[in-house]
């Protein structure tokens, strides 16, 4: 068991790593910077970790990302929510699909309504405009999320998942 809390942790830390060190590739929508590198990262960590890993990933991204300059306090609703959904889905259906469109629904919509209607007015004294930061949202998500199928896809192939998440990886339906 102690084995692979660590393999976890080693884990949750690298997809940490990778979220920062892709965390340049975003790009500035109204009062928030979209990142599809975090919603990969998102699917990712929820189907090799589950959703309180992939909730501590995303928390531990933002901050750092923050801390960094190179993401704003929307940074912690838009990746939270979708890497628990993410999670959730997963772990509901242990299907790819299902964990990439929990992403989609957790970043596109819900933290899209978090952001708007709590975060920026409370946080960042601004009123943003639904359709535009849900507009970047989704467009950053689904991007990411489909970037992360193909990596889980290929990461089978290559027999570089562990075997429980591989036979379920290669299960999933094809489209």
């Known amino acids: 068991m102690r084995g692979a809390q660590t393999r976890d942790v ?11 060190a892709l965390s340049p590739f975003s790009f500035p929508v109204g009062t928030t910077k979209v990142f599809p590198g975090q919603a990969m990262v998102n699917v990712l960590s929820g189907v090799l970790l589950g959703p309180w890993y992939a909730i501590v990933v995303a928390f531990a991204a933002s901050l750092i990302r923050n801390l960094l300059g190179t993401g704003t306090v929307n940074a912690f609703a838009g990746s939270m929510i979708g890497a628990a959904l993410a999670g959730l889905a997963w772990r509901a259906t242990r299907n790819i699909y299902a964990s990439a469109l929990g992403e989609i629904i957790g970043t596109g919509v819900l933290a899209t309504l978090a952001t708007v209607y709590i975060v920026a007015p409370n946080v960042q004294h601004r009123n943003p405009a639904l359709a535009l930061v849900g507009a970047g949202f989704l467009a950053s998500t689904i991007a990411g999320s489909v970037v992360a199928v193909i990596v889980l896809k290929a990461l089978a192939a290559a027999g570089y ?3 429980r998440v591989a036979k379920r990886v290669a299960a999933s ?3």
């Open 10 to 20: 080693a884990r949750a830390t690298l997809l940490t790593a990778l979220a920062v």
């Open 161 to 163: 998942l562990p075997g």
């Open 173 to 175: 339906p094809r489209e």
